[in-house]
């Protein structure tokens, strides 16, 4: 199986350089999505996590379920499921609030993007046992990133609001990424 994956770590990492160079580039248009320009309404509840979306090793938590379309730059049509931990801390071992069960599909020909459907599952905290449901367009060599939330059970039933999603480290060899995590919801 690795030796089917490498060509495409190659493009992927050629890609992810390329993009990480636009990015760079283009930064004072992506800040415009950043949480500190934004208000929280009232009523809204704001959690703060970071995922870890580990693709590489004996035990990763998301793998590869649909190939890319041949020569794609971009990883057209892979599919990964993940299962990725969700901390308090950027570091891997700070403490597990939960954990991020989905999807995400390369649904873009131009640039990495991805359609990203997941239930953020909390297992400890104040919020152990209640799950918030996020979908939306996740391009992750923007800086900032916004998707939807779009349901929740438990403390999140009804909810509606939104996920922030900035890249915290992404290791270009390996593909694992941790992205930190704002989301605010409000569930009236």
């Not at 989905?102 to 991805?114: D, K, N, P, S, V």
């Amino acid at each position: 199986m690795a030796s089917k994956l490498a060509p495409n770590a190659f493009i992927m990492l050629s890609f992810f350089l390329f993009s990480l160079i636009y990015v760079t580039s283009t930064k004072a248009q992506l800040e415009t999505l950043s949480p500190d320009n934004r208000k929280v309404e009232a009523g809204m509840t704001h959690i703060h996590f970071f995922f870890h979306d580990i693709v590489s090793g004996k035990n990763p938590t998301a793998v590869t379920i649909t190939q890319p379309t041949s020569g794609s730059m971009t990883s057209f049509g892979m599919m990964n499921m993940m299962d990725d931990k969700l901390t308090e801390g950027p570091d891997p071992s700070s403490k597990e609030v939960g954990r991020a069960q989905g999807l995400y599909a390369a649904t873009c020909l131009g640039e990495i993007g991805f359609m990203q459907a997941m239930n953020l599952v909390f297992t400890d905290g104040a919020y152990n046992g209640s799950v918030i449901t996020v979908l939306g367009r996740n391009t992750p060599m923007h800086a900032t990133r916004e998707m939807s939330v779009v349901g929740g059970t438990g403390q999140f039933r009804l909810a509606r609001g939104y996920a922030i999603a900035k890249t915290h480290t992404l290791d270009f060899t390996t593909g694992d990424a941790t992205v930190e995590y704002d989301v605010y919801v409000t569930t009236h």
